[in-house]
Every structure is written in C-alpha cells, then in structure tokens.
C-alpha cells in the first residue's frame, strides 16, 4: 500500500491507494505545532477503516511546510555565517534592485545573519580553484574565538568560488564542527555547489536558519512513524518533486522550501496522463491564491531559482507561477472607482463573511455562495450553517458602488478574478513559447473546478480536466513520485578544449550520486542516473541542458552534444551559432530509483440508468448567461461515461464543480471529468 | 501636454459611459497579457543578453488617438517612452502628416529628436492596427541595443560632444511593408552596427513581436466588439486620470520650488542646477523647469520622452504608485522646459548618458514635493548611475561594464535602503564569479562603506565600495558617474550621504583621487586597484533624535565608526556595551548646545554652491 500525506496549514490529507488500485482518504486537522502527529495519526486511521495494517505501508510520501514557514514567519535559529575576506556584504548587496520599482516605503527583507554574525577569513581561491590565500592558523583562532562568543544555534560557511574547489570550506566547516558539535553547521559547496555567489551564500544562509528545527522535525517524524509500526520509512518531498530520505533532508533542508506546490502538480501530471493528456496546465485555486504549472511531455517544468518573501533560493524546483487570486481575495472598489479582487485575502481569519468569522469585506466565495454555485445550504463543520445575510451585506457595498444590483455584482467579481487567472494561464505557456490553446488544463485545489471552465474559455483552452479527487490532489502527488535527487556542479569548462575537464565533473558526480544511493538503500539493480551538461554560448549569460545520458563521454560525443546544444538553443530561442565557442557552466545528475508507476482502479460504467439518477437536487444558480434552475450532481454517484450537459454543478465533499451552460462534461473511466468547452 | 489637450481629453471621456466597470478591468487585464505575451516573444526570440536576460525592453498597446492603453512590466525610463513615436503615427506633429499607412506595415525608429526617442541605443517598433479598414490602435515596443554604431562600443558613452558621435541616427521609416520586411533598411541599420549579427536577430524579433500585438488586439476587437474595447480603453484612460487627480487633491495648493545639482559635465567646470517649480491647483499639477542649466556640451542632455518619463516615474512614486502608467495620467501632466536647457536640448546636443540628469530631475522633484507633503517623501538618495568601464587586453579585448548601486534615502520614519539602484534605474549587478571568469580582473572587496549614509533620526542608506585588481596589462578605466561635487541631501535636519569617489591605488604612496565621475582612458597596470565608491544616501531628522540602540546596533554591525556613534549621535555605551542612558541623555544635551550656537538647518534645505 502507497500512501501520501500533505499537511496543510489546516487539514492533513491522507490518500492511500492499495493493491487492487482502489483510493482510501482521510482528512484530518493539522498540529502545527508537530505536524508529525497529525501525519501520523492520520496514516494509522485510514489503515484502520481500510482494514489494513501499519505492516502494508510499502510507502509513505510526506510533503512537510516545516522549513517553508520557517522561514515565512522569520523564526528559525540564531545564525552566524563566515565569508571570504572583503565579501561581507555579499548578501545585503544581493543583486543590488530595490524590491519595488515605485513604491519608495517597501524595505528590503532583512538579512538572515545580522552583519555583526558575520565572520571574515583571509582565504580566496581564483575562478579555477587555484588557492591564492591558504586558511591560515591565526584566522581560525579568531575565528573560534568570535563564534565562541556568539550564542547562534547554525553556523553557515560560503567562500568565493568554492563550486569549483570545496577544500577551504571543508577545512573551515569540519573545524567549527569539531568546536560546536552542538550547533548545526552547513557549507556552500554541500547545499548548493554552483557559481553566482549571491545566490549560493543566500540558499546556504537559509539551509542554515531552518535546518535546527527541520532537524528536530525529522527525528520526531521517525519515532512516531517507527513507534506506529509503520513498514516503510517515510520519504520527503523536495521543492523539485523528487522524494528522498529524512537524513539527506536533514542536510539540505533547503530543498524543501517550495515542495508545497510541487505535490500537488506531480499528482496533476499523473491524472491528467492517464486520461490521455500529457501536455497540461495545472491550475490549482485555494484559499489565498492560485498557483498555475505548465506540463510537457507528463513532465512538470522546472526551474532552477526561486524566491520566497525576497529570499533567494537556488535550488531546483517546480515552475509554478503564483497570483493573488483564491476564494478568500477581497473585493474592493477603490477612491477613482475600480473594483479590485486581490491580491488581499481574508484568509483563513476572518474568511469569507458568509463563514460568519466577522469577515467584513466581499470574496470571491461570498460571489461564489450567492451565485449559487458553492451549496448555500452546506454545512460548515460543527454543526454551523453559512451566514447568507453577512454575504448580502458585504456584496451590496460592491453593488452599491457598481451601481448595479446584487447578482451583478457577484458575478463581475468572480469575472474580475478569473480575467487575473486567465491572465497567469496565458503567461506561463507563453513564457515557455507554447500557445495554451493547444493544451488541457487541470482543476483542482478547493476552488480550482468553481473557476476552471470559465478561465478555460477565456484563454480559449479546449479541454478541462476534473480529477476524482480534487481537494487531496498533493496527497496523491506524495504518493506517486519516485524516490529522486539531483546533484549539480559549476565548472566553466570551454567544451572546445576537449572533454576531459567535463569527464572528470561526471565522474565525480557519480560517485557523489552513488553515495546517495547508498543512503537513500536503493538497492543496485534500480538506480538510475542520468547526467545533463548545462551549456551556453561563450558570454552569453544564460545555460541551456543537454542530456548526454547516464555512461560517460569521450572526445567522439563532442560533436554529437555540441549539435545537440545548437538544436534546443534553436527550440527555445529561435536560432543557433554554429561557429561559437560553447561553455559548460554546469555538470547535473539526475539519481533515481524509478517507480512503475501506480495504476488506479477504473471507474465502473453504468450498468442501467442514465446519468439523471446522480442529481441529486435543483437550485437556482446563476452563471453570467443568466439564472437557470440547475441540476445538482453527487460526483460520488456518477459512473465512466457519464455525460452532462451544463449548466450544472457537481458537488462532493472536498469540492465543487462548476459546468457554465454550453459545455459538455464526459466522465472518464479513471473517474475523471474531461470538460469539452465551448469556446 | 497643454491645457487645451486636457480640456479635450475630459470632454472626450464624457462620451463614454457604456461599459461597465467590470468588462473595463477584464478588458484592461486582456490587454496586459496581450502586451505581457508580445514581451515574452520579444525577449525569446532576441539575440542580445541585454534584451533576453536583462528584459532591457518594454512593449505596449496604444489607442488609434496614440494614448498608451497597456505596458508590461517596464524600466521606468520606458514609461511612455514610445509614445514619442507613435504620437507621429497617429497625427498631430507637424511635419509627419503624410506618412502612409498601409495594413502589414511596422515603423522603426531611434532618434531622439526626430522619433520620439530618449537616445540612440533604444530602437522603437510600432506596428499600427488595422481592423475592418480603420485604424484602431498601435502595437510598440521598445529595445536597448548594444550597439548601434557611433564613437565607441556600446554608443553609450558620457563624453560625446554632439549626438552624431552616438551612432547610427534612425528616422521613422518602415522596417516591415506590408508584412515583407524591408531588406534596404534592415541592411543600412545592420552596416552601422558592431555587432550586425545580433541585431538581425534583436531586429527581426521586435518586429514580429509588434506585429503579433496586431494580431492580438484584432482578436479581442472580434471577441468583445469594438465598441466595448475602445469604451472600455477610454474608461482605463479616465481611471488612470482620476487616481492621479485624486493624489494630487491631497498635496496642498501653491506653488513648490527646488534646485539640486549635477556635477560639472566635464568641459565646463560648474555644477549644472536642475530646477523645478511644481504648481498644484486642485486636481491640477504643472512643472516647469524654469531656471535649469543651459544645454550642456556633453551627452548628459535629456529630450522631452525622457524628461517625460522622469517626471511620471517622480509622480507615480512621489504621489501613488497605483496609478496605472497610461495616457489618462501622462496627458494630465503639464511639463515645461525652456528650449536650450539641459532639459529641451536642441538637434544635435547629444545624450547618451542621460540618466545622471534624470535621476537629478527626480531629486528635485522631490525636493519640491517634500515642501508640500513631507511625509510621502525620503531625503536624497545616491541618484547616479555610477557607471564603470574597464577594458584591457586579456586573451582578446574586453570590456567590462558594470553600474554600481549607492544608499537611497531615508524615509520619513524608516532607514534608507543599502546598496540599491534608485528612481528610473533597476538593473541588476554582475556576480564577481562571472566576472572573474570572463576578464583578466579580481575583486577584492564588494562591501558597505561605514558612515556614508547620512546621519539622521533615520539614517541614510549605505554605499558601496568595489576594490578591482588589474592582472593583465593594457587596461583602461572609463567612467560617467555623478554625485562626487554635490553630495545627496539629509532632510529636516538630518545630515547628507556621502558623495562618491574613484581612487587608482588606494593606500599606496601613488594613490590618485580622480578629479569626477565623468572620466575615460585612465591607464591601468597589472596589480594596480581601482576602488570605486557610490554615494550613500541623506538622513531624515536630526541625529540626536536617532534611537540610542539603533545607534548602537549600527556600530555593532559596522555601519557607522566609533566616531559617528560618538560626535554625531552623542551616544555613549557602557562597559558591557549596552547603551548608557544618563551618560547618552548628558552627551546629547552637550552637542545640542553646541549646534545651536553654530548650526542654521532647515528642511529640505536650500543650499548654494561653492563655486569651484
């Protein structure tokens, strides 16, 4: 049995998918404070309803916000870091832009490691790793002595050009170790060994403010998962969806960061290609925003840098592309008239008004409720109904200042707000050189199947996709990816002086690849690795990958890459120097231990019947044709093959689908809806 | 933009009262992307770092009257910086009331007094939009290219004396004719480059890039009608125009005045005034320029699209940064500069360099702005564009470019920023790891310069200091930067950030201050440093207001010496280092008494000169 568990900031998802192919889920309120509890809890009771035992667990994804809200919240550890001589400032520089280009009162984030933290040695290596300034012996004593009086919990180490030669910050690093076996230490040229300093000084500054308490989570998560008798040991997901072990996580926790929509867009990916799509966007609308993917060939993009509330992150991640619309954005209509939706949100206090939590300004799910697509009868846990008089109230101030009536007004927020996500659909294709006509989308996420149809329209997307399960999408990302990691090294080699310089990094990297094998136990017939060079036109600024397979490479192959440079520089850009000089800026493995992949249990088609007998009722919904008196479906009753025409709307219990009129929804036999949209 | 024109834009604007508020902002987010897509294939499918990594371009939809309706995400200096060119498509200026216009056809351009332009590197496109036979509106874009020939590489440099030393000078014509593009002037443009092969490609991508925002708008005419989108343009005109006269209801009616400085340009040797005089009556805002210096000899000369742009960079965050940067709030401006001046230069005065003049034009909009409404605005910032060039002879020539950010000012109730680019500029730092592997130089110290941001109850933002070791022989030092003669200003009370400064090897018994910021072909030899320093920034409010444990914690983090903490915050500290109370109140009351009896300030302060 594989099961994934995401924790969210208020409910773990638990999804498990058993040996016939059939999904067990379970829901169940986070425990900040230790989200291992809940994770575990959780995991024990969808066991029990399911009738299996800890015993069956073969394994367990996990995706964890421990280090994302960290960092978020500005409560990691106390952190020193140590530079090279002169390179103070490195981080406070950054790459010298102001974070907002008008507005004159938005500070920079503050530095992680106030500058008093901050600790010069007197070494320096050239761009080639050639030793200028050995560590000398007096350094290290001050060095000692500094820190000794600091009372830091992390201690980070980053030198110039350590990517291309770690030995000083081994040196450096393995001594503060040996002084302060407490306190955790992290160096450059383990967490992100690539040229750029700023960029490498500031991923190793924030490994180092989250690695403490990512390091107590992990050793918590362990216990309890070993102490339930749970089977397998439980596996994380990185920021770029690859799962890996809690000790390699303890190391690199930084590699977490930005996992939190990587789950989701995994599972997306797997649901979609099973249905037949492989080139999707992945469209998932919560709470505060909606976060979009693009998805080619089954593969979600990626992206090597990242930033989090101006951190700049450098390691590989998932390409999602985040706006600030989502069920809770408020609505406004400012001093010179426009009416806004977002990017504030009511959140999850005070929420929308018709939760009743004191929410004094109109959501998007307040349109939502009083539209009638979201069930204004619906129960919102412990017994409580929704406050359809609060909705009315906050909606009218809108339609007050509109000058129209209520129902205009609902439905030019919702028209507001999608026109911003139809605007980030367009944008991550169109970054990517794709026209999104030519590709699906998926829904999901709380709100995502509310919005998806109309959004499609907009941007004149085809086909949408409604997964079985929309709300527990990340759970069942967790549950599908394979175990995975990637190493990377800067090495500027000229690729026309021969290959020898580049053989030597694969090498190294294999070896490197190997030892995580070993500590990952993926046993020797599975492990894969595959090598990509990262390669640009000499001066030019930016790499482009070429794969060149998992053996090695001789002086043969270098006409063979060097094509293979000029045809993807061709594809993503639209033309080629066959006469330039070529660089290797970066030397990448890809290790993996390759899962076939999981297969669902189909969906049983209707043995007699029509689809009529899933309505479940009628409501008066309004859709911006008009009002109409709708069909409302119980996605639960519905069977493979089933069509329905909108306008209607499906509703189950993590979420609700909104079918416009004109358009057709046919149920696939994985359960999936694939909408037809009438563009 | 005269009275008549905004007397003729609000009747116009009462014509519309069609559309709802909501098709307009779907209609406007429409319209965005469409500009955001066309920017996207601009910079893919480009050849130069400068557009492809640097996004050192902007693209834009304008109505048929030529108002900008959408920009994505632009450069401050790029702000409505096509409209220059578009405006002699669309009517209007005399002398370009002929020019035919047929479907397919896209209009290049570069020169800065007959385009529309700023200065010759930034080449504009506009295509314009024909729908059902009319005119409906054009699609532009606008591209920093790294060289368009001119007297030295990158046609960039602050010491050409007319604009035909700048490079190759673009009337509007039509790269594209009908959809075919027009090989004549592709070619003539090309011959005059260095680098023709990247231009071909810099080229071709920003005319398919115009077209296809053609394209785009014609689809969402077909998908809304036309009637809705140009109600819907009309009423994004009108919003934009209404935030802007609202910002401008809450300063004070009057009249507000303010001279800052730029260094001297190099051949004359006196501070060159850059003078504002801003007019708020209601809704209504005015500047003129009136009193600024004459024309000056050397490229730092600004045509109208570029003071055009300062000036709503200036309002836009002086005011409210929410205004959307379109024609409703650029044609509601009213700027005057008395021709011949360094702000309305005469054909040919060149100007490359003239962004030290912009960023002055924002100080001293600021500096008037703060008389009216101190609170929206921070003391002086660095406001340079402390530009550096080294070239030399390593395994082939090389030039090394780079543009060094300094402190921005402090706000009225926070410290200025570190290390950051201001105002019209925000381009970004080479890494010392790709620097040191591309040329035959090292860095050896990038850091905070203590005590450089004016003291103040918020201190000003640090500047930088670059140490650049020279290891091969044949080296060259080129600069234009200013801020070195007239320091960036403190604001009630506080006290001014420092200027800025180059020093050949410093330390060493031949250690040379250069004489300014605008300086070329300094030799340098193999071993030799060039430090270059920034300026800070001004403080806000008398030091001896500052918080004594800020003050403290700036010592601990060595932002400010001993000798700051002492003498101009009269804080002193204990034993253990924390802050001494009674001791800081008694060293307080001791420089207060001092001041009073010799210092006069007053906020923003109005200086004069020294003259040199």
Known sequence: MRI???????????????????????KIPS??????????????????????QPGDVSYLGHGTTVATNTLLELNGSSTALVVTKGFKDVLEIGRQKRPSLYDLFVDKPQVLVPRRLIFEVDERLDFQGNPLRAVNADDLNQLRKNLADTDVDAIAVCFLHSYRDATHEQIVAEKIAEWFPDRYVTRSSVVAPEFREYERMSTTVINAFVGPRMHRYVSRLENRAASAGVAASPKIIQSNGGMVSPTSIVTRPVTTLLSGPSAGVLGAAWVSAASGYKDVITFDMGGTSTDVCLVRDGEATVTSERSIDGYVVRTPSVNVHTVGAGGGSIAKIDEAGALNVGPRSAGAVPGPAAYGKGGQEATVTDANILLGRQNPDQAIGDGLRLDLEAAETVVKKISAGLGSDQQQAALGVLRVA???????????????????????????????????VEVAKEVGIRTVLIPPHPGTLCALGLLVSEVRTEILRSCLLSFSDGVTGVREVIEELREAAQSWFEAENVP???????????MRYKRQNFELPVEVGGGTINESDTARIAEAFHEVHEKTYGFRHDESELTVVNVKVVASQPVSAPRA??????????????????????????????????????????????????????????????????????????????? | MSTDTVAAQAAHSNQNLTVDP????????????????????????????????????STALFDAEGRLIAQAEHIPIHMGSMAGAVGRLSGGIPGYENVSITPGDVFITNDPYAGGGTHLPDITMVAPVFYQGEIIGYSANIAHHSDVGGHVAGSN??????????????????????GEVVKDVLDFVLLNSRLPEERYGDLLAQQSSAALGGTRLVELYEKYGAETVEASSKALLDYAERRLRLAVEDVPDGSYSYTDWLDPDGIGKEPIPISVTITVDGGHIALDFEGTGREADVAVNVVRSALEATVFYALKAGLDPEIPANGGFFDSVEITAPEGTILNPRSPAPVAARTDACQRVVDAIFGALAKAAPHRIPAGSHSSITYVNFSGIGDSFYVYPEVIAGGSGARPEADGLDAVQVHI???????????????????EAYELVPDSGGAGTYRGGLAIRRDIRILGEGAEFSAHADRQTSPPEGYAGGQDGTPGRFTVRPGTDTEQVLPGGRVSGVALHSGDIMRVQSPGAGGYGLPLNRDPEAVRLDLADGKITADALKETYGVVLSADGTVDGPATAAAREALRARSHSTDRSTAPKQRMRRKQ
């Open chain 1, 418 to 452: 999608n026109s911003h996500m139809a605007r980030a659909v367009r944008k991550v294709s169109v970054d990517n050189g794709d026209d999104p006509r030519d590709l699906a989308l998926i829904a999901y996420g709380g709100a995502g199947p509310l919005h998806a």
């Open chain 1, 524 to 534: 020797q017939g599975q492990q894969l690795t595959q090598f990509t060079l990262e």
């Open chain 1, 4 to 26: 994934g568990v995401d924790v969210g900031g208020t409910f773990t998802d638990i999804t498990a998918l058993d040996a016939q192919g059939n999904f067990h889920i379970g």
């Open chain 1, 601 to 679: 249990a189909s969906l049983p088609s209707r043995e007699s019947g029509a689809v009529a007998e899933a309505e479940t009722s009628r409501r008066e919904v309004v859709f911006v044709e008009g009002a109409a008196e709708t069909p409302i479906y119980a996605r639960d009753l519905l069977r493979a093959g089933d069509v329905i025409h909108g306008p209607a709307v499906i509703e189950q219990e993590d979420s609700t689908t909104s079918l416009p009129p004109g358009h057709r929804a046919v149920v696939d036999t994985y359960g999936t809806l694939i909408v037809e949209v009438n563009l």
């Open chain 1, 31 to 52: 425990t900040p404070t230790d989200q291992s509890q809940a994770l575990v809890d959780g995991v024990t009771s969808v066991l029990t309803k399911s009738g299996h």
């Open chain 2, 157 to 178: 440099s602050g010491d050409s004396t007319t604009l035909f030393m700048e490079g190759l000078r673009i009337p509007l014509v039509k790269i594209t004719h009908q």
């Open chain 2, 425 to 443: 500029t925000n381009s970004s730092n080479l890494p010392i790891e790709a620097l040191e592997a591309e040329y035959p130089l090292r860095v």
């Open chain 2, 22 to 57: 909501i098709t307009v902002q779907v209609i406007g987010n429409a319209m965005l992307s469409i500009a955001e897509e066309v920017g996207s294939v601009l910079r893919r499918a480009s050849y130069s770092t400068n557009i492809k990594e640097r996004s050192d371009c």
